[in-house]
């Protein structure tokens, strides 16, 4: 079973309140049918989520009554964005059925507590394709918090122990220096903690879940657990169906067991 978090900066315009890319999703989409593999499938909310929550700050849980409303209105919108990529999925010939984790997860100081990990293997075993994305969940110290995709994905890949890991990004890994201001910056193709820590953390400005050092530090203790994950461009054609069929293909990858 493969492992794959379609990144929110992928399936929406993140600078555009709302904006899907229908496109590029019937595409990964596309690319994850003919690879022929059981996937289970996160997604991210993109411009979604990410607008209004960074607005309310409803990552760091409740603070004023006018986050109520707020945190309620990107529930709706990630279910909107959800529903939007169910029907892409079904309709591309990848049975599918949504586990929202304000349903199925809940937090404790906005880390994932409880997922209902067990729903993921009975769909799975009955050949449908469990797809969960970044939401707002219950907090039982905060009362809400943000339930990110990249949580999702660790917890998942610890409990499911996937063949591969894989984070389809709009950028191509992780670069030696920020590649949209230094023109000598390289892709790092094997990353591992020395690389981590001794890199300027200035590439990519951090929403309200995260960075791509988040993203690799999660693939790092996924890799402790004995699992193989990369980040890629979900952008380039063909990368994801690639990494499914298990070709080498450019991005960032953790090789299982680096710590
Ligand atoms: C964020 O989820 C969830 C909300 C803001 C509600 P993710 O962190 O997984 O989303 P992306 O991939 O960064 O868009």
């Known amino acids: 079973m493969m492992l794959v978090k379609l990144g929110g900066s992928v399936i929406t315009d993140k600078t555009q309140y709302r904006t899907f890319r229908e496109d590029v999703l019937s595409r990964l989409v596309g690319e994850i049918v003919s690879a022929g593999k059981e996937v289970v499938l996160i997604h991210g909310a993109g411009s979604f989520g990410h607008v209004l929550a ?4 409803i990552q760091n849980g409740y603070t004023d009554e006018s986050q109520i409303p707020a945190a309620a209105k990107v529930m709706e919108d990630v279910r ?12 591309g010939g990848l049975p599918s059925a949504s586990l929202p984790p304000s349903a199925v997860a809940t937090l404790r100081s ?98 309200v879940t995260g960075s791509i050092f988040g993203k690799i530090e999660k693939m790092l203790r996924i890799a402790s657990w004995g699992g193989d994950a990369i980040v890629l461009n979900g952008n380039v054609p063909g990368r994801l169906g690639a990494a499914l069929r298990g070709e080498a293909v450019r991005g960032s990858r953790v090789r299982g067991d680096a710590i």
């Not at 960074?54 to 700050?57: A, M, N």
């Open 80 to 91: 909107d964005l959800n529903l939007r990529v169910m029907r892409v999925l079904n309709d």
């Open 110 to 207: 906005g880390e994932l507590d409880e997922l209902n990990v067990d729903l993921f293997r009975r769909y799975l075993e009955v050949g449908i394709c469990p797809v969960t994305f970044g939401d707002v969940a219950l907090d039982s110290e905060r009362r809400f918090g943000i339930c990110s995709g990249d949580h999702l994905m660790e917890r998942l890949a610890r409990e499911l122990r996937p063949e591969r890991v894989i984070f389809v990004s709009d950028i191509d890994g992780v670069f030696t220096a920020d590649p949209s201001s230094d023109p000598d910056a390289m892709l790092i193709e094997v990353v591992d903690r020395t690389i981590l820590d001794s890199l300027p953390r200035t590439q990519r400005c951090a929403d």
């Open 54 to 57: 960074s607005e309310h700050h």
